[in-house]
């Protein structure tokens, strides 16, 4: 019973900050690599970031030098640091996570997603 619960997101005006949450609950034995996607209307889910259980990250070009990901292992959440935003960054934003479950099955799990607008 592994659920994802994204928080955070909201209205906010272009040049601002924001900061999304994931976290991970129910019956663990790992949770690997952790990642944010978007997907903005019409178009198709997009990777963001990502962040390993060691804190190995990568970014889209989109987001280089803009956003930050990090991640609290002791209580199995993530975090999306968003500065500056833009407009194209408007979209829905999910969290997903890799997780090893108590039967020791490995698969990617999903969140329901949290809505970002950015608007003047």
């Known amino acids: 019973q592994v659920q994802l619960v994204e928080s955070g997101g909201g209205l906010v005006q272009p040049g601002g900050s924001l900061r999304l949450s994931c976290a991970a609950s129910?019956?663990?034995?790992?949770?690997?690599?952790m990642a944010w996607y978007r997907q903005a209307p019409g178009k198709e889910r997009e990777l963001v970031t990502s962040?390993?259980?060691?804190?190995?990250?990568n970014y889209a070009d989109s987001v280089k030098g803009r956003f930050t990901i990090s991640r609290d292992n002791a209580e199995n959440t993530a975090y999306l640091q968003m500065n500056s935003l833009k407009f194209e960054d408007t979209a829905v934003y999910y969290c997903n996570a890799n997780i090893r479950n108590s039967y020791g099955w490995i698969r990617d799990y999903w969140g329901k997603g949290t809505l970002v607008t950015v608007s003047s």
């Open positions: 129910g019956s663990m034995i790992r949770v690997n690599t």
């Open positions: 962040i390993t259980i060691g804190g190995v990250t």
